[in-house]
DNA sequence: AGATAACATACCGGCGGTCGGTTTGTAACT
DNA sequence: AGTTACAAACCGACCGCCGGTATGTTATCT
């Protein structure tokens, strides 16, 4: 009956099923590497849908809009720097000035790890047009570094190490920091990949040395306690940047 | 010849003819109260056609795409405070601390008489979806006020007044402060229309002190240095936001 | 008068999102 | 084991609308 309707037909291609948490890392994967390519506002659903080979059924099931994109790449890729956050918060021992170094420490360790997958976010956020996924990320990275600086700070202050006139304050200016440290990060690599590795290192310990030298006001210490200016580690990480 | 096409039939509805400047500046008025009530992504062309009363001709006569709104809109917005940083920078008597006083208490004057306007604007930047624009303004004010701000620093490291690590970095830092501000002013706005601005002026006053100390040490002088906790000032400013 | 700026209107391609239907895994029941 | 029942995974046609364009029309200026 009713067979006037145009035919239904052939059936409906069918390319495998996965399991929901398969699903959306692959979709996830596939919209990252798009973002990261050619900016969030310029990627549609239907790039991300061909990419993956799926249909637009198949993705509204697992997101409810274009946004949760961006919620789930963002939130995927700070997540780990969430728990390098955790990791470095279990090590209490020593005083709160070396809880402070070996918390940039293992901010550091976790920047030469994700060496690789970090240029790709910072040519991502650095590319016109990718403003928002910039600010969301920063947002949440900072979010997710903020108590963990605070306790620190609060503790050294208990202690007597830091002299801090107000810790919030002093907390958001340090994450602050991260934002100029974007276009020095953008030469820095530019420097690196035109191979001069020294320049390169310079740039960043320059950079770096600053950084500390402000904290230490900061925080009410003598000038070098901070120690952010580590050319060997910003060497090797500057090397497996730009190997690959 | 062809009339077989659908009678040209009725002349075009004429709505009156303006300047380019007027039309102009009639469009970003509607633009910037459309962006500032419904958020810049959720505003449409037509929208904004509607609130003038003029045609998509019309329209893209004036500006060649929508991005054109948000840009004009900000730099409308955003030249008044360049203009009244560079009439600051005029004054040249006083030594670099007085300088920066100077800078900072026109900086407060201009923020008292934008007052009403610049409420809308906060209430604008806080609102979810408006995270593009919030972020435009602070780049643009940032990058207005910046050149001024370094100029003043440079001097008083030159005379000696100020004891600075590096210049860059300290102007930066200094106006990343504004970030953070953000949120304490969503804080003091509700309260003071909440009827006590009392409450609310301390809290402004708070804020503004810690900073003070903050910028107190960036810049290398005595706490108490930097004129940043004047009660009565925001005061004045928290009563002209309320009224009307 | 004619050139040009300031419009208007119809139209287009494509985007995000919806909907009704179909397939497939799975587990309970016989 | 075989059948059945149900929900989750998935498909693809479709919709409304949005930003943008093409082309025609009127006002203004020289």
Known sequence: MNDSAPAKSNAPQRR??????????????????????????????????????????????????????????????????????????????????AQFNEFLAESNRWKIEQAKQLRFFLDAMLRPGNELLSYRISNTVADATRPVLRKILVD??????????????????ILNLSHGRRETLEAVIRTAEAGDLDAATALLTERMSAEGVLIDRLLGLERGSVALSQSEEYRLMLRAMTQG
Chains 1, 2 share one sequence.
């Open 156 to 173: 050294g202050v208990g202690e007597g190490t830091f002299d801090i006139p107000d810790v919030d304050l002093v907390s958001e200016t």
């Open 16 to 97: 495998g099923r996965l399991s929901p948490d398969k699903r959306k890392s692959q979709i996830l994967d596939a919209a990252q590497a798009l973002f990261f390519a050619k900016g969030w506002e310029a990627v549609t659903i239907a790039d991300v849908l061909a990419e993956v080979g799926i249909s637009k059924g198949g993705f509204y099931h697992h997101f409810i809009a274009k946004e949760d994109l961006l919620d789930g790449v963002v939130n995927r890729f700070t997540t780990r720097a969430l728990d390098a956050a955790d990791a470095a918060r279990g090590q209490t021992d020593g005083d709160a000035l």
